[in-house]
């Protein structure tokens, strides 16, 4: 039993910016401020404080709780495989905690108060120390009470140790979140009695006129009479909205306008994060294609579009060329567009790129309660895969899943409304809003990682996991089940392979997380599935994961808007030693992966020679070579 | 008799508030012999503290209290030229199965210079379907004559949004009352709102003490337009018909009064 918690000295280097409102990191300042790209700044120890300080969001002059005294935090910058120290300091006068999002960390390491420690206590100084076995961009933020939403929260970036098959001349960091004004247990207690203060788009008398005059008065009314009837609202998108909250991107508001430059021409990185609390965004940049190359922090085959969803929590990684002399809209937009933030990459600094006007708010539909017949007419694009089950044409090595699928139970009462009737995969989907833009855009289906999966493994078991909740009582749960009630974790033995589908009995998307394990994506990508370690799951939508349970240890799995896990959907899962009872992992791998499958699979020792790029235009960049990585540093 | 039945009634009351009031203390993991859901890190770490921290972190998913308080209807009403003031609010605490919930409404009238109706009703409340709770307890009448019920009602959302309220009342006396309140919201703009509401009064005996007779003794039917400058707070005007029925109807009018009218509102909705 030994204490890992340290009570260091007063010689923390933790002051750089206490107090001072005016000073942001330098990853994060605009353009205008001297920010021309990140350096390849890179450390192993770092001094964290968390405190509360003021700040000023557009103008106005608020109180946040935060690492260092910005928000965001420090970029933590550390290269694969080293192993870090991180020293977190609370001065806070209740408890904080930093978890490392997506990192594969030891479990004890996790940064869960209950789960994987007690918690950081006033006063105490917390060390964390780990190597991880991957690169990328990843986050961090407090799994602390409502502390998240005030500010408490940074990104991570890992270098890969070797060539990094991403190439590109110039790298930005772009954190999205939302900033109320308002105390977050405030907010939490509005939604818990009032659940629907924040919604600003409910469907009006003045549209329920137009709907007639154009469907037709019987048909509108029938409409308006399954909802009513069912006591939802198709409009019922983000609990929380730009009623109360500013968008921001590296704490600027658009009236802030954080601006970045580029030479044109120049491929130009951003790193994208969504650090909300609660926000989902669409994010675009017109007349400016992006390819993804990274999705939380994995490499990915690289896919050009033009606009993709993001979840909480969820990172892409995307290549913008800009080859005019002009500045461009880098533009978040909430998913139930209540608000958005813009951003401008221009060629000089200081540019301020026209906003674009927010789009008309999406309206769910049938196929969102999973529960009409006669949703195929609801949308060209459903049909092709929208019928197709999770999985289907996933090879299972002739096992029957129905015989060993663990289907759950979900406890009904006051916490459940509904189940979803007939779920389906939306993995096909663009996400809420974005079925009929006029342009490309992201879906999880076309995700190819980069590297081929390590555990090709078919799943030995399927577990279900019910997504389900009472939006008009805000209860939010796993199986009915809050985890204020939860008496049993979910149970996954070390090596095995798991298949966990889920189930969104819910009318909203929730971006799941679990710690400690990626998520590899059952979307048709034989053994180049995507890995994730969040991913969103659409109203009415079956989706499944395959999991390699590698790590032993007791893991956060949540939804990762703040409210909803802050309401009770939040599981642990419990990896429990190898007691012998499972087969040596890796069984279908030669011996020699097995070194690297004990660390994630995320051996990231790039074999880009052998894949086969010519299917996927990268626009002939060289994307082994990270020679012309042109840092334009001001550090 | 009677003094018998009010001893019955009050007593079985008093014993289901209170036995309710422990209820209210949501289910959590701290303190009991259960063993712990998970406790790997406690290789790690003090399991004294883990078992705190795990409790407090489960409670903090799900089982926190909160409370609520919200004025439905603060108004002035306005019936031929006579002004009264009518006020009907609600307040709990509680989690999202069991609360304790106290409801006031009555009227005050200014020719009078005096509360003529006041009561005060605490409840037990407990969520049994996604919609409505069940709610159980005291009823005490300030005004006009300091009676005692006892209550038994739900209150929910019925399908297609309609917000009900309705409730059995037995006093101490041994009459049987109800009463139903069943509201609507129209969203003519997102914050300018029309809500029709309805509430109908019914007792299943004559009741001298309180003019009323057996049956539907009355009704109000009323729509207000609410503008919500903030969700919290909102400023209303509205009309409303009053009216009493049956052999209630014929006690008002052998008094010299009207059964029915209608009467102008003007007041604030408001909730913290």
Same mark, same amino acid.
């Given at each position: 039993? /030994?204490?890992?918690?340290?009570?260091? %000295?007063?010689?923390?280097?933790?002051?750089?910016?206490?107090?001072?409102?005016?000073?942001?990191?330098?990853?994060?300042?605009?353009?205008?401020?001297?920010?021309?790209?990140?350096?390849?700044?890179?450390?192993?120890?770092?001094?964290?404080?968390?405190?509360?300080?003021?700040? =000023?969001?557009?103008?106005?002059?608020?109180?946040?709780?935060?690492?260092?005294?910005?928000? &965001?935090?420090?970029?933590?910058?550390?290269?694969?495989?080293?192993?870090?120290?991180?020293?977190?300091?609370?001065?806070?006068?209740?408890?904080?905690?930093?978890?490392?999002?997506?990192?594969?960390?030891?479990?004890?390491?996790?940064?869960?108060? +209950?789960?994987?420690?007690?918690?950081?206590?006033?006063?105490?100084?917390?060390?964390?120390?780990?190597?991880?076995?991957?690169?990328?961009?990843?986050?961090?933020?407090?799994?602390? +009470?409502?502390?998240?939403?005030?500010?408490?929260?940074?990104?991570?970036?890992?270098? &890969? $140790?070797?060539?990094?098959?991403? +190439?590109?001349?110039?790298?930005?960091?772009?954190?999205?979140?939302?900033? %109320?004004?308002?105390?977050?247990?405030?907010?939490?207690?509005?939604?818990?009695?009032?659940?629907?203060?924040?919604?600003?788009?409910?469907? =009006?008398?003045?549209?329920?006129?137009?709907?007639?005059?154009?469907?037709?008065?019987?048909?509108?009314?029938?409409?308006?009479?399954?909802?009513?009837?069912?006591?939802?609202?198709?409009?019922?998108?983000?609990?929380?909205?730009?009623?109360?909250?500013?968008?921001?991107?590296?704490?600027?508001?658009?009236?802030?306008?954080?601006?970045? /430059?580029?030479?044109?021409?120049?491929?130009?990185?951003?790193?994208?994060?969504?650090?909300?609390?609660?926000?989902?965004?669409?994010?675009?940049?017109?007349?400016?294609?992006?390819? /993804?190359?990274?999705?939380?922090?994995?490499?990915?085959? &690289?896919?050009?579009?033009?606009?993709?969803?993001?979840?909480?929590?969820?990172?892409?990684?995307?290549?913008?060329?800009?080859?005019?002399? $002009?500045?461009?809209?880098?533009?978040?937009? %909430?998913?139930?567009?209540?608000?958005?933030?813009?951003?401008?990459?221009?060629?000089?600094? +200081?540019? $301020?790129?026209?906003?674009?006007?927010?789009?008309?708010?999406?309206?769910?539909?049938?196929?969102?309660?999973?529960?009409?017949?006669?949703?195929?007419?609801?949308?060209?694009?459903?049909?092709?895969?929208?019928?197709?089950?999770?999985?289907? @044409?996933?090879?299972?090595?002739?096992?029957?899943?129905?015989?060993?699928?663990?289907?759950?139970?979900?406890?009904?009462?006051?916490?459940?409304?509904?189940?979803?009737?007939?779920?389906?995969?939306?993995?096909?989907?663009?996400?809420?809003?974005?079925?009929?833009?006029?342009?490309?855009?992201?879906?999880?289906?076309?995700?190819?990682?980069?590297?081929?999966?390590?555990?090709?493994?078919?799943?030995?078991?399927?577990?279900?996991?019910?997504?389900?909740?009472?939006?008009?009582?805000?209860?939010?749960?796993?199986?009915?089940?809050?985890?204020?009630?939860?008496?049993?974790?979910?149970?996954?033995?070390?090596?095995?392979?798991?298949?966990?589908?889920?189930?969104?009995?819910?009318?909203?998307?929730?971006?799941?997380?679990?710690?400690?394990?990626?998520?590899?994506?059952?979307?048709?990508?034989?053994?180049?599935?995507?890995?994730?370690?969040?991913?969103?799951?659409? &109203?009415?939508?079956?989706? %499944?994961?395959?999991?390699?349970?590698?790590?032993?240890?007791?893991?956060?799995?949540?939804?990762?808007?703040?409210?909803?896990?802050?309401?009770?959907?939040?599981?642990? /899962?419990?990896?429990?030693?190898?007691?012998?009872?499972?087969?040596?992992?890796?069984?279908?791998?030669?011996?020699?992966?097995?070194?690297?499958?004990?660390? @994630?699979?995320?051996?990231?020792?790039?074999?880009?020679?052998?894949?086969?790029?010519?299917?996927?235009?990268?626009?002939?960049?060289?994307?082994?070579?990270?020679?012309?990585?042109?840092?334009?540093?001001?550090? | 008799?009677?003094?018998?039945?009010?001893?019955?009634?009050?007593?079985?009351?008093?014993?289901?508030?209170?036995?309710?009031?422990?209820?209210?203390?949501?289910?959590?993991?701290?303190?009991?012999?259960?063993?712990?859901?998970?406790?790997?890190?406690?290789?790690?770490?003090?399991?004294?503290?883990?078992? *705190?921290?795990?409790?407090?972190?489960?409670?903090?998913?799900?089982?926190?209290?909160?409370?609520?308080?919200?004025?439905?209807?603060? *108004?002035?009403?306005?019936?031929?030229?006579? #002004?009264?003031?009518?006020?009907?609010?609600?307040?709990?605490?509680?989690?999202?199965?069991?609360?304790?919930?106290?409801?006031?409404?009555?009227?005050?009238?200014?020719?009078?210079? #005096?509360?003529?109706?006041?009561?005060?009703?605490?409840?037990?409340?407990?969520?049994?379907?996604?919609?409505?709770?069940?709610?159980?307890?005291?009823?005490?009448?300030?005004?006009?004559?300091?009676?005692?019920?006892?209550?038994?009602?739900?209150?929910?959302?019925?399908?297609?949004?309609?917000?009900?309220?309705?409730?059995?009342?037995?006093?101490?006396?041994?009459?049987?009352?109800?009463?139903?309140?069943?509201?609507?919201?129209?969203?003519?703009?997102?914050?300018?709102?029309?809500?029709?509401?309805?509430?109908?009064?019914?007792?299943?005996?004559?009741?001298?003490?309180? #003019?009323?007779?057996?049956?539907?003794?009355?009704?109000?039917?009323?729509?207000?337009?609410?503008?919500?400058?903030?969700?919290?707070?909102?400023?209303?005007?509205?009309?409303?018909?009053?009216?009493?029925?049956?052999?209630?109807?014929?006690?008002?009018?052998?008094?010299?009064?009207?059964?029915?009218?209608?009467?102008?509102?003007?007041?604030?909705?408001?909730?913290?």
């Amino acid at each position: 039993m /030994v204490s890992r918690r340290q009570f260091l %000295s007063t010689s923390l280097q933790a002051g750089l910016a206490l107090g001072a409102t005016s000073l942001l990191p330098a990853w994060s300042l605009p353009a205008s401020r001297g920010n021309t790209g990140l350096s390849t700044l890179t450390g192993n120890r770092f001094d964290l404080k968390v405190d509360r300080f003021p700040v =000023t969001i557009g103008g106005r002059s608020g109180m946040a709780l935060g690492v260092n005294g910005t928000v &965001p935090a420090p970029l933590i910058r550390f290269r694969e495989g080293e192993e870090i120290t991180l020293n977190v300091t609370n001065t806070l006068d209740e408890d904080t905690s930093i978890h490392w999002h997506g990192l594969l960390v030891p479990f004890q390491m996790d940064g869960v108060p +209950g789960v994987t420690f007690p918690g950081i206590r006033p006063g105490e100084t917390f060390q964390y120390k780990f190597a991880v076995p991957q690169n990328g961009t990843y986050w961090y933020h407090s799994h602390s +009470g409502l502390q998240e939403q005030l500010g408490h929260y940074g990104p991570i970036i890992i270098e &890969p $140790k070797g060539a990094d098959p991403v +190439g590109y001349d110039r790298e930005y960091i772009m954190v999205l979140s939302d900033w %109320s004004f308002e105390d977050p247990y405030r907010i939490f207690k509005k939604l818990k009695t009032m659940s629907e203060t924040y919604n600003f788009s409910h469907r =009006t008398v003045p549209d329920f006129i137009e709907d007639a005059g154009e469907k037709g008065f019987g048909t509108a009314l029938e409409q308006r009479a399954m909802w009513g009837g069912m006591r939802m609202s198709p409009r019922d998108i983000a609990d929380v909205t730009g009623a109360t909250y500013h968008f921001l991107i590296n704490g600027h508001s658009t009236a802030d306008n954080w601006n970045a /430059v580029f030479n044109p021409g120049e491929r130009v990185r951003l790193r994208i994060i969504n650090a909300s609390a609660m926000s989902i965004f669409n994010v675009r940049i017109p007349g400016l294609p992006m390819t /993804v190359v990274q999705a939380d922090g994995l490499h990915v085959r &690289p896919l050009e579009v033009d606009e993709f969803q993001i979840g909480v929590a969820e990172t892409y990684d995307v290549i913008v060329q800009p080859k005019d002399e $002009k500045a461009y809209a880098f533009t978040a937009e %909430s998913i139930d567009r209540s608000g958005q933030v813009v951003a401008t990459l221009g060629p000089r600094p +200081g540019m $301020k790129a026209k906003e674009p006007a927010l789009r008309a708010v999406p309206t769910l539909t049938m196929k969102d309660m999973a529960m009409d017949h006669g949703s195929m007419d609801m949308g060209g694009d459903t049909a092709s895969g929208g019928m197709k089950m999770a999985g289907m @044409d996933h090879d299972m090595k002739g096992h029957d899943m129905d015989a060993m699928s663990d289907s759950a139970e979900v406890k009904r009462g006051p916490g459940v409304t509904k189940l979803a009737a007939m779920p389906m995969s939306r993995l096909d989907e663009p996400g809420l809003g974005l079925e009929d833009v006029p342009h490309r855009t992201l879906r999880y289906s076309q995700l190819r990682s980069l590297e081929p999966n390590k555990d090709t493994r078919a799943p030995e078991r399927e577990i279900e996991v019910h997504l389900t909740s009472n939006m008009e009582r805000y209860m939010w749960s796993f199986d009915g089940v809050k985890f204020s009630e939860v008496t049993e974790p979910i149970i996954f033995h070390e090596g095995e392979r798991v298949r966990m589908t889920m189930v969104n009995d819910t009318m909203m998307n929730h971006p799941i997380h679990l710690h400690g394990m990626f998520f590899d994506l059952v979307n048709g990508g034989g053994n180049h599935m995507p890995r994730k370690h969040t991913v969103i799951v659409k &109203p009415g939508e079956k989706l %499944s994961v395959d999991i390699t349970a590698e790590h032993v240890g007791d893991w956060a799995f949540h939804c990762h808007l703040l409210y909803h896990m802050h309401a009770g959907m939040m599981q642990v /899962v419990s990896v429990l030693p190898n007691d012998g009872r499972n087969k040596p992992m890796s069984h279908d791998h030669p011996p020699s992966h097995k070194a690297s499958m004990q660390m @994630d699979g995320q051996d990231m020792k790039h074999e880009m020679s052998s894949h086969d790029m010519g299917a996927h235009d990268m626009e002939g960049h060289d994307m082994g070579s990270h020679g012309d990585h042109k840092m334009g540093g001001q550090h | 008799m009677r003094q018998t039945v009010r001893t019955l009634s009050l007593g079985a009351l008093l014993a289901a508030t209170l036995s309710a009031t422990p209820a209210l203390a949501q289910h959590s993991h701290d303190g009991d012999d259960s063993p712990a859901p998970w406790s790997q890190a406690d290789a790690y770490y003090d399991p004294a503290e883990m078992a *705190e921290a795990r409790a407090q972190v489960q409670h903090h998913a799900g089982g926190q209290n909160f409370w609520f308080v919200m004025a439905d209807r603060f *108004e002035i009403q306005s019936l031929d030229g006579e #002004e009264t003031g009518v006020w009907d609010a609600q307040g709990w605490y509680g989690g999202d199965i069991n609360k304790l919930f106290v409801k006031t409404e009555g009227e005050y009238s200014f020719e009078g210079d #005096e509360v003529e109706d006041a009561e005060i009703q605490a409840l037990w409340s407990r969520a049994i379907s996604p919609y409505w709770d069940l709610q159980t307890g005291l009823r005490y009448d300030v005004e006009p004559d300091g009676k005692a019920h006892g209550v038994f009602g739900v209150q929910g959302l019925a399908p297609y949004l309609f917000e009900v309220d309705a409730a059995a009342f037995v006093s101490e006396d041994g009459d049987v009352t109800a009463r139903t309140e069943v509201e609507y919201e129209l969203l003519l703009t997102q914050r300018l709102i029309l809500q029709p509401r309805l509430e109908a009064n019914f007792s299943f005996q004559d009741v001298p003490d309180r #003019e009323l007779g057996t049956g539907l003794t009355n009704l109000d039917a009323g729509v207000r337009l609410r503008y919500e400058i903030k969700r919290e707070f909102a400023p209303y005007v509205g009309v409303e018909w009053q009216g009493a029925f049956g052999e209630t109807a014929d006690i008002i009018e052998a008094a010299g009064g009207d059964a029915q009218g209608t009467a102008f509102v003007a007041g604030i909705r408001a909730w913290f």
